[in-house]
């Protein structure tokens, strides 16, 4: 499960059998990435300073942020931001900010921000789950989950939404999985991907390769 600028899900089986979910970049998805993160409070902002939709928790924080990050005059300067001088990688960083809000703050709207993103990237992990191999659920550690990407380093804040969103989901193959994260270059795994094309074998540990910071 990637969740950085932008978000994707990827599951590989064993026979090579490959299924994923998003990817599809901001404009459709990018669910639970810092883009959407930063994005789901801009909007959360707006529409309440709008009248349109209440925040579910006071926006002080999050409007005193948003105005100190993108410096903004006034309500209206948050446009050339989000159009005519858009960047994704500068609107996604924002997520960085509220992700500190969250935890030095202790601010609820950043809180719930994260929590939403837990649950729509477990919701990922639910989309390809119907077209799993049943050996990566029997696996002695249930299933592994590999998580790449920033968003990641706050878990503390992610993992209410994301854990109950698999344990109300359906799906009884999730009841037992590990989250691990790589310690390694990518570059390893292209190196033994390109040993296998060649039918070349490099000894190498796995194990050495991930760390789990996740268990249930």
Not at 114 to 134: K, Y
Not at 176 to 181: E, F, N, Q, S, V
């Amino acid at each position: 499960v990637i969740a950085g600028t932008g978000s994707n899900v990827l599951l590989s089986n064993p026979d090579g059998d490959v299924h994923t979910c998003g990817g599809w970049g901001h404009m459709l998805g990018d669910w639970g990435s810092g883009y959407w993160v930063a994005h789901l409070a801009l909007k959360t902002i707006y529409e309440h300073l709008d009248n349109f939709a209440e925040s579910p928790h006071d926006i002080t924080v999050v409007k005193r942020a948003a105005w100190d990050y993108f410096q903004l005059t006034d309500k209206f300067s948050i446009l050339p931001h989000l159009y005519t001088q858009f960047i994704k990688s500068y609107v996604a960083r924002f997520c960085t900010t509220l992700a500190e809000c969250a935890s030095k703050d202790e601010d609820p709207l950043c809180k719930w921000l994260f929590e939403c993103a837990g649950e729509v990237l477990a919701r990922g992990v639910l989309a390809v789950l119907p077209n799993i191999d049943s050996r990566l659920i029997d696996h002695e550690h249930g299933l592994s989950i590999i998580c790449v990407g920033n968003v990641w380093r706050s878990w503390n804040l992610l993992q209410n939404g994301f854990i109950r969103t698999l344990s109300d989901s359906k799906e009884r193959s999730v009841r037992r999985y590990r989250l691990i994260k790589p310690v390694v270059s990518s570059a390893v795994g292209a190196t033994i991907l390109g040993a296998q094309a060649v039918a070349a074998t490099i000894p190498i540990s796995l194990s050495n390769n991930y760390e789990e910071f996740f268990k249930l």
